[in-house]
């Protein structure tokens, strides 16, 4: 069982920046990739980022790319969203999501239903 608990989200003009945390408690956090998840309004929830167990390997939705960075540090159980340039169409509620299954490959990372714990959420608004 892995507990996530995210936290840094807020309002910002465009063009800011927001860092986002996700703590993780319960057992063997090293050993799950994790993921950033978001869902507007009325939207289906869509894949932001992705890092494997190790920190190895990331994996970006093309339209975060170049702006976003997620990192982890496992030895604080934390995983983090770094979110610069943002947009106002980044507005949406963010999730951090833990996968225990081995992933291979952007299409796994991607794929939310390989994630089986979820944090409750934090809001990120961008304004114009």
């Known amino acids: 069982q892995v507990q996530l608990v995210e936290s840094g989200g807020g309002q910002v003009q465009a063009g800011g920046s927001l860092r986002l945390s996700c703590a993780a408690s319960?057992?063997?956090?090293?050993?799950?990739?994790m993921g950033w998840f978001r869902q507007a309004p009325g939207k289906e929830r869509e894949f932001v980022a992705a890092?494997?167990?190790?920190?190895?390997?990331?994996y970006y939705a093309d339209s975060v790319k170049g702006r976003f960075t997620i990192s982890r540090d496992n030895a604080k159980n934390t995983v983090y969203l770094q979110m610069n340039s943002l947009k106002p169409e980044d507005t949406a509620v963010y999730y951090c999501?833990?996968?225990?299954?081995?992933?291979?490959?952007?299409?796994?990372?991607?794929?939310?239903?390989?994630?089986?714990?979820w944090g409750q959420g934090t809001q990120v608004t961008v304004s114009s």
């Open positions: 999501a833990a996968a225990a299954a081995r992933c291979s490959g952007y299409g796994c990372y991607a794929n939310r239903y390989q994630y089986g714990y």
């Open positions: 319960g057992r063997a956090f090293s050993s799950y990739a």
């Open positions: 890092i494997s167990w190790s920190g190895d390997s990331t």
